[in-house]
């Protein structure tokens, strides 16, 4: 839910759902000849019908187009295969299975807090019910930073008060948690209608951890694996996730680090982040963060390893979970979708996947408009609407912005 993330990100044609009709349709506003967005204010916003499964034999379609269409819903009959009779040939073999997927979501930002609650309180519920709610796209998953992000008007972490607090005796939430991010989530979650699983990570450490002095800028955790510099940032996890239970919420998985190949070429000064080599983050692991967590009570929030560029794969989990003592505490391996277009997935996501079958891939992070020269956001931009939907489905190769998509939804 970064901030350049409009709705209608998604431009995915659901495949098994019912007769229903969409409730409230778009109030479309043309932004240039094929810009549309539609528009919701406090009173009005547009409205999909809660999914569920339609009659065997018979399928429903919601189409999202480049003329205004806007997940508009048509029914049909399957078939038995036979020649198409031109148009889009879709077939579905029930017998072949492939991956599971968790679902779909956005991050709650600071940025995005504080844009969301500018708005009036009950166009603030709109924007809400769109992304959350049966009535909406139905978001089930949420990235959380573990306090500042490069999507924050500030650095900052939850311990920056004192210096050298091992024990962590001035921990604390940051305004950002406490006043904007977390009564966002309460509303978020009065209003979903299943599940919402939590990913967290952290982008930056508290100065006093950190090799250069400061939150922001390139560096690393000061010291070695296994040294009270180490123990204390893995405490600051589990501290983490016991401030958040206070207020009732608990994650379904986390990253050990934001980016942490990309944190050695950041061009930004004043960019939160934290270097780890692929054995730095093993050996983080394997002493630090996979002890500390297993004894605490969160020891069932799963723990992804890369949370990068896919173009690391496999060496990154063959350096991590290729050892079987690392391996033990890890889930999954979080992915970010920058320069995919040039990193084949047979060659990373394949791969990975065929050496490592029981650990999860899940795209953490995408994101348009991140490049210096970019402009920043672009209402009702077709084309960035497509570079979502062709990463999410089309796996192979650089993206085919006018192909149709079919996904299936369980
Ligand atoms: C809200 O949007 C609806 C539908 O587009 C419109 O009829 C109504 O006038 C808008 N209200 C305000 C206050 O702009
Ligand atoms: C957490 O949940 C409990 C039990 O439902 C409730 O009594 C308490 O008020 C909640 N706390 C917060 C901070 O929401
Ligand atoms: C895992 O890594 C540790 C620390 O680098 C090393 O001592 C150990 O031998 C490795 N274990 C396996 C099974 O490779």
């Known amino acids: ?19 229903v009709r969409a409730r409230q349709p778009c109030s479309p506003k043309y932004l240039r000849a ?13 409205t999909v019908d809660p999914v569920s499964l339609p009659d065997v034999g018979s399928f429903v379609k919601y189409t999202t187009s480049r003329d205004g269409q806007r997940l508009e819903r048509s029914e049909g009959k399957t078939a038995a295969k036979s ?22 979501g956005g991050s709650l930002t600071d940025s995005a807090a504080i844009n969301i609650l500018h708005l009036s309180y009950a166009a603030q519920n709109q924007l809400l019910c769109s992304y959350f709610s049966e009535e909406g796209i139905e978001y089930n998953l949420l990235r959380w930073p573990i306090g500042c992000s ?62 250069n002095n400061k939150v922001y800028g390139k560096s690393r955790i000061k010291g070695e694996p296994g040294d009270r510099y180490h123990k204390a940032w ?13 207020y009732n919420i608990t994650f379904w998985a986390f990253s050990s680090q934001n980016e942490p190949i990309t944190a050695l070429f950041i061009s930004r000064e004043d960019f939160p982040c934290n270097y780890f080599s692929p054995q730095h983050q093993r050996d983080f692991i394997i002493q630090d963060l996979g ?12 723990l992804m390893i890369l949370d990068d560029g896919r173009c690391h794969l496999p060496n990154w989990a063959d350096q991590v979970i290729g ?3 690392a391996a033990a505490f890890v889930s999954g391996i979080g992915i970010h979708w920058y320069f995919d277009s040039v990193t084949p997935a047979g060659l990373t996501l394949d791969v990975t996947h065929h050496l490592y079958p029981d650990f999860f891939l899940l795209y953490t992070e995408a994101c348009n408009g991140y490049l210096d020269w970019d402009v920043k956001v672009i209402l009702g931009s077709w ?5 979502y939907s062709s990463n999410i489905l089309t796996v192979r190769g650089p993206p085919c912005y006018d192909q149709k998509f079919v996904a299936l939804r369980r």
């Open 150 to 211: 490069d999507f924050s008007t500030r650095p900052y972490t939850y311990d920056d008060r004192c210096v050298n607090d091992f024990e962590l005796k001035c921990f604390e939430l940051a305004p950002e948690d406490t006043k904007l991010r977390i009564p966002l989530l309460h509303r978020i979650m009065a209003l979903t209608g299943r599940p919402l699983s939590l990913v967290s990570s952290p982008w930056t450490s508290p100065a006093w951890l950190r090799v």
């Open 291 to 302: 002890p500390a967590l297993a004894a605490s009570p969160h020891a069932d929030v799963r």
């Open 323 to 325: 050892n079987s003592t």
């Open 234 to 246: 893995a405490r600051y996890f589990i501290r983490f996730f016991e401030e958040y239970a206070k």
């Open 83 to 104: 020649g198409a009779s031109g148009g889009i040939f879709y077939t579905y073999d029930p017998s072949v299975r492939h991956q599971y997927v968790k679902g779909f």
């Open 383 to 387: 084309e960035r609407g497509t570079y």
């Open 34 to 46: 094929t810009a549309m967005v539609c528009v919701c204010n406090a009173t009005y916003c547009d």
């Open 1 to 19: 839910m970064q901030t350049q993330n409009a709705l209608g990100a998604l431009f995915l044609v659901f495949l098994g759902m019912v007769e």
